[in-house]
T-cell receptor
């Protein structure tokens, strides 16, 4: 247990569906992250929130829409996804963005797009 | 462009020592991290190096040479539970983490 939880753990969806991934951190951190992890590829940073404000958006398609209602919760809203979006989606948090402290990861959501 | 290189897969024997290398080319350097990730689980933090030299933490040690753009993770007295992927990540001048693809370590009895 890292103090970061994610739901659901597994998700199968069609290309026309709309779903949301949820992340919650119980560590009192100020920064939260969404990553995409595909097989044999480096972690891809998707979004960064610091103190509930989005500070980075690394050219992610608009079919992915993040939401950070407070410093403990982070959502990733999904719509009209493509099969190539199938991957493990990891949420992480850290005390500050860019500090020397490590990031704490949730267990991830394994997403399959049919 | 920015790049982190590490071997895709390594195999070692229980009780032995293994060294996992990581080389990087990034725009600036503000620290290097090693994470461990078991299959189907979250990555967990192992070590952080920002100055040259060796950091030791129990059976695991991490080394950094900033002039060579090189780091390694040394695992001693290998146990079966050390079978996992090991991820190298560098924080660049914008304080963004650049990740390697990970090294899958297989431990054999």
């Amino acid at each position: 247990e890292t103090g970061v939880t994610q739901t659901p753990r597994h998700l199968v969806m069609g290309m026309t569906n709309k779903k949301s991934l949820k992340c919650e951190q119980h560590l009192g951190h100020n920064a939260m992250y969404w990553y995409k992890q595909s097989a044999k590829k480096p972690l891809e940073l998707m979004f960064v929130y610091s103190l509930e404000e989005r500070v980075e958006n690394n050219s992610v398609p608009s079919r992915f829409s993040p939401e950070c209602p407070n410093s403990s919760h982070l959502f990733l809203h999904l719509h009209t996804l493509q099969p190539e979006d199938s991957a493990l989606y990891l949420c992480a948090s850290s005390q500050e963005r860019g500090g020397a402290e490590e990031q704490f990861f949730g267990p991830g959501t394994r997403l399959t797009v049919l | 462009g920015q790049n982190i290189d590490q071997p895709t897969e390594m195999t070692a024997t229980e009780g032995a020592i293994v060294q996992i290398n990581c080389t990087y080319q990034t725009s600036g350097f503000n620290g290097l991290f090693w994470y461990q990730q078991h299959a189907g689980e979250a990555p967990t933090f192992l070590s952080y190096n920002v100055l040259d030299g060796l950091e030791e933490k129990g059976r695991f040690s991490s080394f950094l040479s900033r002039s060579k753009g090189y780091s390694y993770l040394l695992l001693k007295e290998l146990q079966m539970k050390d079978s996992a992927s090991y991820l190298c990540a560098v924080r660049d001048s914008n304080y963004q983490l650049i990740w390697g693809a990970g090294t899958k370590l297989i431990i054999k009895p």
